[in-house]
């Protein structure tokens, strides 16, 4: 299934097979820039071994090396990095945290509840770190998890949504391409036109949505931080499941069985000719299946009351841990992964840089021979809405918001039901999580 497809809520990620760094890659960085970047000078100089453990995110151990560990060793000579494949969890029974978490931030709350993250507002005045050089909207988000000024994590990379599409499919229909700055009504229609079957074969414009996802494009809370309550049983949330249903409701969407899998039905099999899903994930997918398929994309869809707003960047956050004895390495290695000259390593080849530098964000995957003559800045002139206020119970009602779309598919039950049924059922799960504190 697709991210956007109503089992995405465990994705596994994908992850771009990269190209080799030219040399000099930084040669236009400015000298002031990475003096204002510039680490305090007056940590231990004995060699440090640092740990990093990835929590729902993830690289390859060559994106590992290429974009951290080597230029990290570089920089500061006495600095290492081990990464820690191991569940959180477990690390922190077994008393071994890590210094670094490597974090997605929808679940910065299980870290917080687990009480890890350090406050490094210090660190930031103490070494003039600038974070307005950070993009909004991941910035803003970050801040908001300290109430009092807190800084408990760093911003490393963003991701953005875009939509894939088969060219060879459309050419054979003789349907024209899909355009930056469309709208959901007009990609609904795209996928009427372009959702039929030949031969026996079902061919489908693109899957169904999935509703958080739609809600994120709105900055859409799911749960009331006063109450604790779910804000799902709404006319915004209402207008979002009729928007869905409409896809469900296309002839030739819903057959037999489950549906397919919206990665490989559109990378492998080539049966579906629209792709709705982070460009990352889609362009690593593409390497790994050796894919000939003759794609292009664009910017995600908007609504109409909302035109070139796209879903949030998400935040991938590095935190530093409470219990870590080398705090301050930590920083001065987690700052400079932020740094203009690390940033640009990975904007080339992997992730959408943290950085708000249009310099460096107009080479997003420039050295990938796949990207070559794609739509990619295209694809970024849609801008991401702000996040939703973090909240440690989204997670829980995003879960039961993903799953009721089934019912929908089926058409067991209509849509004020399904709002009500998952109202409360996502008040039940809060409250059996609240009483576990108590």
């Not at 809520?9 to 890659?25: E, P």
């Not at 290492?80 to 008393?95: P, T």
């Not at 249009?358 to 794609?374: P, Q, R, V």
């Amino acid at each position: 299934m697709t991210i956007f497809s109503i089992t995405l809520i465990r994705r596994t990620s994908l992850i771009l097979v990269a190209g080799s760094l030219l040399a000099g890659l930084l040669a236009g960085c400015s000298a002031q820039n990475m003096d204002d970047q510039k680490p305090s000078e007056t940590g231990p100089k004995d060699h440090v071994e640092l740990t990093l453990t990835p929590y729902f995110l993830n690289m390859t151990d060559e994106e590992f090396e290429r974009i951290l560990i080597k230029p990290l060793t570089a920089k500061y000579p006495h600095l290492s990095l081990k990464v820690v494949r191991e569940d959180i969890n477990k690390l922190v029974s077994a008393g071994q945290v890590p210094d670094i978490i490597y974090a997605a931030n929808s679940r910065f709350s299980v870290i917080q509840e687990l009480d890890i993250p350090y406050d490094l507002s210090a660190f930031v005045k103490s070494n003039n770190m600038d974070l307005t050089r950070f993009a909004s909207p991941n910035i803003d988000w970050i801040k908001e998890l300290g109430p009092h000024g807190e800084i408990f994590a760093i911003p490393f990379a963003l991701n953005q949504m875009a939509l894939f599409y088969n060219k060879d499919l459309f050419d054979k229909r003789g349907v024209a391409y899909p355009k930056d700055g469309l709208t959901w009504d007009e990609y609904l229609e795209l996928v009427r036109k372009m959702t039929y079957n030949e031969g026996g074969v079902q061919y489908r414009g693109s899957l169904p949505p999935n509703p958080e996802f739609m809600a994120r494009m709105k900055s859409l809370p799911l749960v009331d931080p006063k109450t604790n309550k779910s804000l799902i049983n709404s006319d915004q949330f209402k207008s979002i499941l009729e928007q869905i249903q409409a896809f469900y409701q296309i002839p030739g969407m819903v057959q037999n069985g489950p549906m397919p899998s919206g990665l490989n039905n559109f990378i492998k099999d080539q049966q579906t000719a629209m792709y709705l899903n982070w460009i990352p994930d889609t362009i690593g997918a593409i390497q790994q299946a050796g894919s000939e398929l003759n794609f292009d994309l664009v910017g995600a869809p908007a609504f109409k009351d909302k035109p070139g707003i796209t879903i949030d960047p998400g935040a991938q956050l590095m935190i530093v841990s409470k219990t870590s004895k080398n705090k301050e390495e930590a920083f001065r290695a987690i700052q400079f992964f932020a740094s203009p000259e690390v940033q640009s390593i990975m904007n080339r080849t992997s992730r959408l840089t943290v950085l708000a530098d249009e310099a460096i964000k107009k080479d997003f995957l420039s050295e990938l021979e796949l990207t070559k003559g794609k739509n990619i800045q295209g694809a970024l002139s849609i801008k991401p809405a702000k996040m939703a206020p973090p909240n440690p119970y989204s997670v829980i009602v995003a879960g039961k918001l993903n799953a009721a779309v089934n019912d929908l598919a089926s058409g067991a039950k209509d849509v004020n039901t399904l709002l009500r049924e998952v109202q409360e059922d996502a008040d039940k799960a809060i409250e059996q999580e609240l009483a576990k504190k108590k």
